[in-house]
């Protein structure tokens, strides 16, 4: 069955500092890989997406992610953090068959100033 | 830009009562999707859509139905409320030549006294 794992559940950083957050996946085949970002009290935005083709993928705000099959990974970077980036970020995987996404549990992205 | 709303943010009832959750999308989506958000455990599906009057069950349907009698507009319903559907409830919808991306509404935090 697909999964995703999230292993880090609260990351802090410093602003200005760079970021990585990790995401492994289990699936089969070739996995659709998202980030969705979750702002406090808001719904998912989608960050990025990788379907097929350049690995390493481009997102909005600055964001970008690299999908690396031999490790199973989509981890998802940024090379300098701001304080607006403090939020819950969620990876997910296409399951499949069906239209239905999985959800890893988030990993909360603390700020400090 | 696509649009999901949903009928309240904050909702308090008591244990027992019927509770309805609105969805409405403005994109003409096909798919819509109801999850619920519960921290530690990511976003789990409920149910979801793929067309006015046809409805699947997803990972945790137990305690709750569906209805989706207009394209735009997918209700949950907890037949009884119980304090442990106590979360906050995301709904999504998406267009099945986009690949799997959906879009989510701001969510409702429903708390069941």
Known sequence: AQSV?????????????SLE????????????????????????QLLLKYFSGDTLVQGIKG?????????SSFNL???????????EYFCAVHGGATNKLIFGTGTLLAVQP | DVKVTQSSRYLVKRTGEKVFLECVQDMDHE???????????????????YDVKMKEKGDIPE???????KKERFSL????????????????????AEL????FGPGTRLTVT
Not at chain 2, 31 to 49: A, V
């Open chain 1, 5 to 17: 794992t999230q292993p880090d559940i609260h990351i802090t950083v410093s602003e200005g500092a």
């Open chain 1, 21 to 44: 957050l990790r995401c492994n996946y289990s699936y089969g085949a070739t996995p659709y890989l998202f980030w969705y970002v979750q702002s406090p009290g808001q719904g998912l």
């Open chain 1, 63 to 71: 964001f970008e992610a690299e999908f690396k099959r031999s490790q």
């Open chain 1, 77 to 87: 970077r940024k090379p300098s953090v701001h304080w607006s980036d403090a939020a």
């Open chain 2, 31 to 49: 798919n819509m999707f109801w999850y619920r958000q519960d921290p530690g455990l990511g976003l789990r599906l409920i149910y979801f859509s």
């Open chain 2, 63 to 69: 305690g709750y139905s569906v209805s989706r009698e």
């Open chain 2, 77 to 96: 319903i907890l037949e009884s409320a119980s304090t442990n559907q106590t979360s906050m409830y995301l709904c999504a919808s998406s267009f099945p």
């Open chain 2, 100 to 103: 799997y991306e959906q879009y």
